[in-house]
C-alpha cells in the first residue's frame, strides 16, 4: 500500500512522509505524534496504519478533522450521516465500494445489501452511503448465528474483513454480487484471496484497494486545496454578536461584563487567521504572529481610515468610542470586512483621571477590565527593557570612573574556559570603531581603550527610567547615593512608561528585524567628543530585542458585537507620536481585503495626533490613508465659543446641558480649523458628532452645517453611545462613500529640509502661530542634532492637548503668537526628533481625588468593580 500511495502521489505532484513508529508504541506516543503533525501546517492529509488494536477513539478523534482523509473522525462522519458529505471526507474505502459496483452495472435502489465483518468508521460509512443510494443494509459480524439465513437473503454481500476459515463459501448463494474490500486499510493487513468461484459479480480486494488508494490521495488533493483557498483573503464569516441596548445606559463596565465575548480562536478563523499564527493569552485575547503578513503579501490592502479630532475637553470627546462603533456598524450592520487599531492603554490614567480607554456605552472593547489592566503585557515589557538600558548606562559608567583600562577590557572580554571571545555585538562595535580585528589578544592599547571606553558625558544623558503609574514625585531623583555607588550620583527622572522612546519604535517597527535594528540606534547620551552614544554601544540590543518578542506581535480582542479590533502599542500623543502600530495596521489592512476598512485612531485633536499620524506614521510604513473622521462634540464647541471651563470630576455648568446656539456657532471655528489642517494632507474629511443626551436637535444641525461648508465631505450625528453600530450606520455610509474617492494624500514637509523649517512650519500651517522663538538650549540641541546626521528626521511636537497653542486656556482658534521652544531631545531609534514646546511634564501627577478610589475587586467572584 505504501508502494501504491507512493506511485499515485508522484503522479499527482504531491509529498508523502511515511511517519514509522516503533511497534510498541503506546496509545499516547501515537496521539503526541498525530497533534504534532495536526499542528504542521505543511501537511494536508494525515492516514493512519496502525495495528487494528489501536484503533480507539481517543487515537481516531485526536486526527483534526479537515486532515482526517480517510473520514475516521466522528466529526467526519457525523457530516456524512446528516447528509453534508460535500464538507468533509469520507472513507475511500466505502466510496471505493460504491463506485466499483455501479460502474459494473449494478443498480443499488432498492437492493438488499449485506455487510460482513466492517467495523468501526468503515461499516457506519459504507451502510449510511448504501442508504443514500436508497438500499436496504443490513450489518452483520462473521460469527453473527442468523449470518446463513442473511447471507441468502442479501442481493449484494460486502466482506469487511477477512473470512474466517470456519465459514464456508456456499453459504453464499450464485448468482449475487459479491464485493471483497476485506484489505485493512488501516493496519495495512490484507485478507485471504477471494476464491474462483462463479458468483454473479466478484469484485476482487485488489480493485478496492487500488481505487481507495486513488480516492485517498483525491481526498488529499482536495484538502490541500481548501488550504490553499484559506491563504487567500474572502469575506468573512463573522457571527456577530446581537446587542439588546438598555435606558438609561448602565456604566461601561455593566455594558462590558452583560456582553459574553466569542472564543478568541473563534475569531480569529472568522477572520481569516490559521491556528498557528495566534498565541492564545486566556479566553479573549490573542496575539497575532507577524508571519501572517509573509502569508498574505500579495493581498490587496484595505481602505485606511484615521479617526481624529477636534481640540478636546480635559474629559475626551470620543474619539474612540466612535472608532469602535464604525467598525461595529460597518461590519455587524453593513457586512463589511473591518477592523479597529486601538493603543494600548497607560494604566497612568487608568488609575488617575482620563479612566480606561476601551471607548464607551455600546461601542467598546470587550472585555474592558482586561483591555485597560495589563492585557499581554506589553507596557510590562517595554518599561523592564527601558529600565535595563538605563541600568546599563549608569553601571558603565561607574565601571569606567573605577577600573583601568586592562581591568575594563578583561572583565568586558572575560577568559572563559581558556579561551577569550569578543560577543556578537562586541564584533559590531569593533566595526563601527574601524578595528577590524576578531581575536581579543591582537587589540594594541589604543584599541583596547577605545573599544572598552564609552567616555559617557553624565550631564547628555537623556534616556529616563519608567514606570507606568503616575507618580509626580519621580519626576525629578537623585540616583546613585548609595555607598556601594563609590560616590557616583547625578539626578535624573522618571518618565511615564508609554513615553518610553521604546514604546515609539514597537509602534512604528515593522519587522523583528527593524525593531532591533531600531533598538541599537537609540541615542542615549553623548559622549565627551560630542558624539552619539547608542544602546549598541553599551551591548544591550539583543537583550532589549529578547524582552520585546513577544510584544511586537499584535493584541487580538473584539467589540461588543463581536468584530476584530488590533490593541497595539501606546504612545502619548502630547509627548509622543500618538498612535497605534504600523505592525497592526499593516496586518489588519491585509485581512479585510480590498473591499474592506481598517480604522484607527490619532490622539488627541488632530493638530498634534493626526499630524503626527501623517508625517511620521505614514513616513515609516508607507501607507496612504483615504479618509479623516474628524469627532466632534457639542460640549468641547462649546467651550471654544467661551464656555465655562471643564475639569474632570467637576459637574458641568448650565451652558452646556442646556441649548446655547451661539456657543456651537462661536466654538465651530475650531473645528473648521482642523478641517483645514486635514485639507492640507490632501484627504477626504468626515466629521463625526458625537451626540450626547444633553444635545439638541438644533444644536447638532448647525455643527454638521457649518462643517459642510468649511469643506467637509460630510457631517454625520452618531448615536453608537446609546445603540451601538446601529447608531453609526449613517457614518458607515459616509465613510464608504468617501473612501471610493482619489486620495491626494501629501506629506506637509520634506524631511530633507533644515530642522527649525520643519518645526516652523508646523507651527505656522498646523497651529496658526506667528513664529517659532527656539531657547538656546533648543538652538544648541538642534546643531548638535544635525552635526551627529540626525537633522532628515520628520519632527514629533511635544506640546499640549488643550489648545492649538501651547497655552492650554488659550481656546477656539488662538492667533499672532509666538510658539516657544524651550528644549530639543531626538528620538532616533524611532525616527524623529522632538522640539518640546513651552513646559511639558513627562510624569503625569494624580489628582486629589483619583480613579482608584472607585476601583475595586470582588473577592467571591473575583470581578472588578469601577472602571470607567
Not at 552635526?787 to 488659550?810: R, V, W, Y
Request: glycine fraction near 8%; proline fraction near 5%.
Amino acid at each position: 500500500m505504501q508502494e501504491i500511495n507512493q506511485n499515485l502521489a508522484e503522479e499527482t505532484g504531491l509529498n508523502i512522509t511515511h511517519i514509522c513508529l516503533p511497534p510498541d508504541s503506546s496509545e499516547a506516543e501515537i496521539i503526541d505524534e498525530i497533534l504534532k503533525i495536526n499542528e504542521d501546517t505543511r501537511v494536508h492529509g494525515l492516514a493512519l496504519q496502525i495495528s487494528e488494536n489501536l484503533f480507539s477513539n481517543k487515537v481516531l478523534n485526536a486526527l483534526k478533522p479537515e486532515k482526517d482523509v480517510d473520514g475516521v473522525t466522528d466529526i467526519n462522519l457525523g457530516k456524512l450521516v446528516r447528509g453534508d458529505a460535500h464538507e468533509c471526507f469520507v472513507s475511500p474505502v466505502a466510496k471505493a465500494v460504491i463506485e466499483l459496483l455501479e460502474k459494473s452495472g449494478v443498480n443499488l435502489d432498492g437492493k438488499k445489501i449485506l455487510v460482513v465483518g466492517a467495523h468501526g468508521s468503515l461499516e457506519a460509512a459504507l451502510q449510511c452511503l448504501f442508504q443514500r443510494k436508497g438500499s436496504m443494509t443490513m450489518s452483520s459480524q462473521w460469527k453473527t448465528p442468523q449470518l446463513q439465513r442473511k447471507l441468502h437473503e442479501a442481493d449484494i454481500v460486502v466482506l469487511g474483513s477477512r473470512k474466517p476459515e470456519e465459514i464456508p463459501l456456499t453459504w453464499i448463494q450464485p448468482g449475487i454480487t459479491v464485493l471483497n474490500c476485506s484489505h485493512d486499510f488501516l493496519s495495512g493487513k490484507v485478507g485471504c484471496g477471494s476464491p474462483s468461484i462463479h458468483f454473479g459479480g466478484l469484485i476482487e480486494e485488489d480493485d478496492v484497494s487500488l481505487l481507495a488508494a486513488a480516492l485517498r490521495i483525491q481526498n488529499m488533493v482536495s484538502s490541500g486545496r481548501r488550504w490553499l483557498r484559506e491563504q487567500q483573503h474572502r469575506r468573512w464569516r463573522l457571527h456577530c454578536l446581537k446587542l439588546q441596548p438598555l435606558s438609561p445606559v448602565p456604566s461601561d463596565i455593566e455594558i462590558s461584563r452583560g456582553q459574553t465575548p466569542k472564543a478568541v480562536d473563534v475569531l480569529a478563523k472568522e477572520i481569516g487567521l490559521l491556528a498557528d499564527e495566534i498565541e492564545i493569552y486566556g479566553k479573549s485575547k490573542a496575539k497575532v504572529r507577524l508571519s501572517v503578513l509573509e502569508r498574505l503579501k500579495n493581498q490587496a490592502d484595505g481602505k485606511y481610515v484615521l479617526v481624529a479630532g477636534i481640540t478636546p475637553t480635559p474629559l475626551g470627546e470620543g474619539k474612540s468610542t466612535v472608532t469602535i462603533g464604525l467598525v461595529q456598524a460597518l461590519t455587524a450592520h453593513l457586512n463589511v470586512n473591518s477592523f479597529a487599531c486601538l493603543r494600548q492603554p497607560s494604566q497612568g490614567p487608568t488609575f488617575g483621571v482620563k479612566g480606561g480607554a476601551a471607548g464607551g456605552g455600546y461601542a467598546q472593547v470587550i472585555p474592558m477590565e482586561e483591555f485597560n489592566l495589563h492585557l499581554t503585557g506589553d507596557i510590562h515589557a517595554i518599561t523592564a527593557a527601558n529600565n535595563l538600558l538605563a541600568a546599563a548606562i549608569d553601571t558603565r559608567i561607574l565601571h569606567e570612573n573605577t577600573q583601568t583600562d586592562k581591568a575594563l577590557y578583561n572583565r568586558l572580554v572575560p577568559l572563559v574556559n581558556g579561551v577569550r571571545e569578543f560577543s556578537e555585538i562586541q564584533l559590531a562595535r569593533l566595526k563601527k570603531l574601524g578595528i577590524n580585528k576578531t581575536d581579543p589578544s591582537t587589540l594594541t592599547e589604543e584599541e583596547v581603550s577605545k573599544f572598552a571606553r564609552l567616555d559617557i558625558n553624565p550631564s547628555t544623558i537623556t534616556w529616563q527610567r519608567v514606570l507606568d503609574t503616575n507618580d509626580r514625585f519621580l519626576r525629578k531623583i537623585t540616583i546613585g547615593q548609595g555607598n556601594t555607588e563609590k560616590g557616583y550620583s547625578r539626578q535624573a527622572q522618571f518618565d511615564i512608561a508609554v513615553a518610553s522612546e521604546i514604546m515609539a519604535v514597537l509602534a512604528l517597527t515593522d519587522s523583528l528585524a527593524d525593531m532591533k535594528a531600531r533598538l541599537g540606534r537609540m541615542v542615549v547620551a553623548t559622549d565627551k567628543s560630542r558624539q552619539p552614544v547608542t544602546a549598541d554601544d553599551l551591548g544591550v540590543t539583543g537583550a532589549l530585542t529578547v524582552l520585546m518578542k513577544d510584544a511586537i506581535k499584535p493584541n487580538l480582542m473584539q467589540t461588543l458585537e463581536g468584530t476584530p479590533v488590533f490593541v497595539h502599542a501606546g504612545p502619548f500623543a502630547n509627548i509622543a507620536h500618538g498612535n497605534s502600530s504600523v505592525l497592526a495596521d499593516k496586518i489588519a489592512l491585509k485581512l479585510v481585503g480590498e473591499e474592506g476598512f481598517v480604522v484607527t485612531e490619532a490622539g488627541f485633536g488632530a493638530d498634534i495626533g493626526m499630524e503626527k499620524f501623517f508625517n511620521i506614521k505614514c513616513r515609516a510604513s508607507g501607507l496612504v490613508p483615504n479618509v479623516v473622521v474628524l469627532v466632534a462634540t457639542v460640549r468641547a464647541l462649546k467651550m471654544h465659543g467661551g464656555g465655562p471651563s471643564v475639569t474632570a470630576g467637576v459637574p458641568l455648568k448650565k451652558e452646556y446641558t442646556e441649548e446655547n446656539i451661539q456657543l456651537v456657532a462661536d466654538g465651530c471655528c475650531n473645528l473648521q480649523k482642523q478641517i483645514q489642517i486635514a485639507q492640507l494632507f490632501g484627504v477626504p474629511v468626515v466629521v463625526a458628532l458625537n451626540v450626547f443626551k444633553t444635545d439638541t436637535r438644533a444644536e447638532i444641525d448647525l455643527v454638521c452645517e457649518l462643517a459642510k461648508r468649511a469643506g467637509a465631505f460630510d457631517a454625520v450625528p452618531c448615536y453608537h453611545w446609546s445603540v451601538g453600530g446601529k447608531g453609526s450606520v449613517d457614518l458607515a455610509r459616509a465613510v464608504r462613500e468617501a473612501a471610493s474617492k482619489r486620495s491626494r494624500f501629501q506629506f506637509l514637509y520634506d524631511v530633507q529640509l533644515p530642522v527649525v523649517d520643519k518645526i516652523r512650519t508646523i507651527a505656522q500651517a498646523v497651529y496658526g502661530a506667528k513664529d517659532i522663538e527656539l531657547s538656546p538650549e533648543a538652538q544648541a540641541k538642534i546643531d548638535r542634532y544635525t552635526q551627529q546626521g540626525f537633522g532628515n528626521l520628520p519632527i514629533c511636537m511635544a506640546k499640549t492637548h488643550l489648545s492649538l497653542s501651547h497655552e492650554p486656556d488659550k481656546k477656539g482658534v488662538p492667533r499672532d503668537f509666538i510658539l516657544p521652544i524651550s528644549d530639543v531631545r531626538a528620538s532616533i531609534g524611532a525616527g524623529f526628533i522632538y522640539p518640546l514646546v513651552g513646559t511639558m511634564s513627562t510624569m503625569p501627577g494624580l489628582p486629589t481625588r483619583p480613579c482608584f478610589y472607585d476601583i475595586d475587586l470582588d473577592t467571591e467572584t473575583e470581578q472588578v468593580k469601577g472602571l470607567f
